[in-house]
């Protein structure tokens, strides 16, 4: 059974930094994207950023949401289950409860929404306060 579990949240300032990381184990077939979502209350889940780990030339690509681009960045470890997001000059938008997700099957990574990822975890809650 496939298991994804974040780590990593908490309470940041405004301008601060902090780093989510995200373990997926018991797979049988390895993902081949890893991604990070976040919600708030009301709102639907949306993309934060998702990675390419699988194999081939396209290993390592990355899309980002805009609100996000040149502020965060999304890596995989030297373990190929593990992926990171680094968060930096963190504002009070980006509070809300994270989630990690992976999924097998290949697709255009720059058209993969939260419903194209088959095993997400339980989430890890951001606050940033001002």
């Known amino acids: 059974q496939v298991q994804v579990v974040e780590s990593g949240g908490g309470s940041v300032e405004a301008g601060g930094s902090l780093r989510l990381s995200c373990e997926v184990s018991?797979?049988?077939?390895?993902?081949?994207?890893m991604a990070w979502f976040r919600q708030t209350p009301g709102k639907e889940r949306e993309k934060v950023a998702i990675i390419y780990i699988g194999s081939g030339t396209e290993k390592g690509s990355t899309v980002y949401a805009d609100s996000v681009k040149a502020r965060f960045t999304i890596s995989q470890g030297s373990m190929q289950n593990m992926v990171y997001l680094q968060m930096n000059n963190v504002s009070h938008e980006d509070t809300g409860m994270y989630y990690c997700?992976?999924?097998?099957?290949?697709?255009?990574?720059?058209?993969?929404?939260?419903?194209?990822?088959?095993?997400w975890g339980q989430g890890t809650q951001v606050t940033v306060s001002s």
């Open positions: 997700a992976a999924r097998q099957l290949r697709k255009d990574i720059r058209t993969l929404t939260a419903r194209d990822f088959q095993f």
């Open positions: 018991g797979y049988i077939v390895s993902p081949n994207y």
